[in-house]
């Protein structure tokens, strides 16, 4: 039961994981060359042809693709043990502690530290850790109470959710992400809006993948649609 459950997490990390890098090859990363192109030319060029990524980078690319398995692996087994704990899986249950887990680990914290490309210039790495840090120990806090109390003792929740904007933005700024350059802040835009596209794209897939996975791996009559039991 236990080899199977985690045999689940693990294909339907691989699954996420590959689906990851390929909605990056084709939104993110053409962005990333192109500002890295113009963090060393001072000019930002035609963007790069992202069919010819692994030709032109084949180990970068292995890197990256390797890189998102693992991690989608790794929140897999998280997912996993959530389900086993509160009971509640099948592939709708998936999705739904997928869009929590998105909002844990990209939304909230993009919030007060957005993705950046290269070339912007950025707060300092400690003050950037220190706020995502916060800003998704405090969503992830503010969501499990959510879902923990019912009526209106689930508005303890809420203060954990605005904790971060009041921190960060209130009393301990995080600067955001400036240049000198319309077109690089042009391009670091688009990139904020495909990153959180393509992460909220992934954390679906995945808790989708590992809610329908989880039931099958439990017993034939564990419900797959989704209510849990």
């Known amino acids: 039961m236990m080899f199977r459950t985690i045999s689940s997490a693990v294909v339907a990390g691989l699954l996420a994981g590959l689906c990851l890098f390929l909605v990056q090859r084709w939104t993110t990363l053409p962005l990333i060359r192109a500002a890295e192109t113009y963090e060393s030319a001072r000019s930002v060029p035609p963007q790069s042809d992202s069919d010819s990524a692994f030709e032109k980078e084949p180990i970068r690319s292995v890197s990256t693709l390797l890189g998102d398995m693992f991690v989608a692996i790794g929140f897999g087994l998280v997912l996993t043990g959530i389900y086993a704990v509160s009971g509640k899986y099948g592939w709708f249950s998936g999705l739904l502690w997928g869009a929590a887990g998105f909002a844990t680990f990209h939304l909230g914290p993009a919030l007060v530290v957005s993705p950046a490309v ?21 969503t992830g806090i503010g969501l499990a ?16 959710l605005l904790l971060p904007a009041v921190l960060f933005r209130g009393l301990l700024p995080v600067p955001p992400a400036t240049t000198a350059s319309p077109s690089l802040a042009a391009l670091d835009q688009v990139f904020v809006v495909r990153t959180l596209g393509s992460a909220f794209l992934f954390w679906i897939v995945l808790g989708m993948l590992s809610g329908y996975l989880f039931a099958k791996a439990g017993n034939d009559e564990a419900p797959v649609h989704g209510s849990g039991r």
């Open 118 to 138: 290269p070339g912007m210039e950025v707060a300092a790495l400690s003050l950037r850790q220190t706020g995502w840090l916060v800003a998704a120990g405090s």
């Open 145 to 160: 109470l959510l879902v923990a109390f019912n009526g209106a003792a689930r508005l303890v929740g809420i203060p954990f």
